[in-house]
């Protein structure tokens, strides 16, 4: 049986209404795909400033930003109403930074300096399928993280260590259905004998460099989210006796967060408990378990063909995770600039690197800048990019530490 690809919720109906938009059926109001394209066509303005009169490279970012409003513009003319309005602010995230191709037959109306920028006004039509296939790989890449399960039980008064638990296995078991990837069962064991103390931390909630190190360096392991928490169950057999003194009665409880490793910060926290019945007692407590889990995992659907629902637990980790890879806090260092060149640096950094969303001056110390970036993207995708350009934007630029959330640099004005 297929498990739902259930990460399409993230865009809700965003996704399903573009794609509707590309076929020959009428919409509601009688409005045949002729009309729908046109509706889908129009004109878009962007603005580049001109840095040491690289005009080129202006109009290329003045033709990305004039689509980028497009896109976003009939966006927001098809992701309509309450019920998508949250969301719409995720999925204009994540197209921003990849407009490029998805605006066919473009035109270009008007275009040229004017006061230090380069001004380009275009006519086109968002093709809905480019749209949809950014979405899609952007939630391949960035909406479904690989997990690390980290849970302290207690089960049948046994206390269980984590690593290889009852409610970590049956909660692997249910987001694998979903298409979940996990640190396995026996590598995590193994880490809590190699690293006891970084783990530990994990544990705790408190995720600093070694803990990154330890999760996310190693190909291995990978883990960009943690899940902690805790669970129990108890024995409430004496409520089954007149009704049948074979029946055993648990009940589970369990609390859990979820952790981004990259930030630290809490994704999605949640709690609930449930009873499980059978003549023995270990099935009793596995089955009040599942319970628990279905309530904040999800569980198949009986009335969809035994499709994966996912539950509000699920939704939430996912939407936060993927709002924080499209607008990705990375703390920048840069040590070799003075006041001048950093803020040419930093105008440089927002108006020319793709992906870049603000650079926030956030302290200088004679040549030491520090920078707060946000990039639609991972550290190492931005840094990649930055070496690319460094020289076109006028800067030597070397990379002396890199971290999931930070990264510390070199600079130099090229003269």
């Known amino acids: 049986m297929k498990a739902k690809k259930w990460t399409l ?43 040491d009169n690289d005009v080129s490279m202006a109009r290329d970012r003045a033709l ?18 309450t019920s998508v309005a949250e969301d719409f602010a995720l999925v204009a995230s994540i197209v921003e930074a990849r407009s490029s191709g998805m605006v066919k037959d473009v035109k270009v109306l008007k275009e040229g300096p004017e006061q230090g920028a380069f001004v380009m006004t275009i006519k086109g039509c968002v093709y809905p399928q480019a749209v949809n296939d950014t979405i899609a790989s952007t939630i391949r890449n960035y909406g479904r993280p690989k997990f690390m399960v980290l849970i302290r039980e207690r089960f049948e008064g046994k206390a269980n260590e984590p690593g290889f638990t009852v409610t970590e296995l049956t909660m692997m078991e249910i987001m694998g259905k979903a298409g979940f990837e996990f640190v396995d069962a026996a590598m995590t064991q193994q880490l809590m004998r190699q690293d006891r103390s970084a783990i530990s931390k994990a544990m705790a909630g408190r995720i600093d460099p070694s ?32 009704v049948s003194k074979n029946m055993k009665s648990k009940s589970a409880i369990i609390n859990v967060k979820a952790i981004d490793v990259y930030t630290g910060n809490i994704l999605a926290s949640t709690s609930a408990n449930a009873p499980g019945l059978h003549i023995e007692s270990e099935t009793a407590s596995k089955t009040a378990i599942q319970r628990c889990l279905q309530q904040i995992l999800g569980k198949e659907d009986e009335d969809d063909d035994g499709k994966f629902k996912s539950g509000p637990f699920m939704n939430q980790i996912t939407k936060k995770f993927l709002r924080a890879a499209t607008e990705r806090e990375i703390n920048m260092t840069v040590t070799g600039l003075d006041n001048t060149a950093a803020t040419k640096f930093r105008s440089e950094l927002k108006g020319r690197i793709r992906g870049v969303k603000e650079a926030n001056l956030k302290g200088q110390s004679g040549i030491q800048t520090k920078i707060q970036v946000i990039f639609a993207g991972k550290t190492d995708q931005l840094v990649q990019e930055l070496q690319a350009k460094s020289r076109a934007i006028g800067f030597d630029i070397t990379v002396n530490e890199q971290f999931p959330n930070k990264v510390m640099l070199g600079a130099k004005a090229l003269k």
């Not at 573009?18 to 795909?33: N, V, Y």
């Not at 980028?68 to 009939?74: I, P, Q, R, S, T």
């Open 64 to 81: 990305d930003e004039a689509m980028n409003f497009l896109v976003k513009a009939k966006l927001g003319q098809v992701v309509s109403g």
């Open 9 to 51: 919720y993230v865009v809700l109906f965003a996704t399903v209404a573009l794609l509707s938009c590309g076929t020959g059926q009428k919409k509601d109001g009688g409005k045949d795909a002729g009309s729908t394209r046109d509706e889908l066509c129009g004109e878009g303005t962007g603005y580049a400033q001109i840095y």
């Open 211 to 242: 803990v990154q190190h330890l999760l996310l360096d190693r190909k291995d392991i990978g883990a960009e989210v943690v899940i902690v928490g805790t669970a129990e169950t108890k024995d409430q057999s004496h409520a089954m006796a007149r």
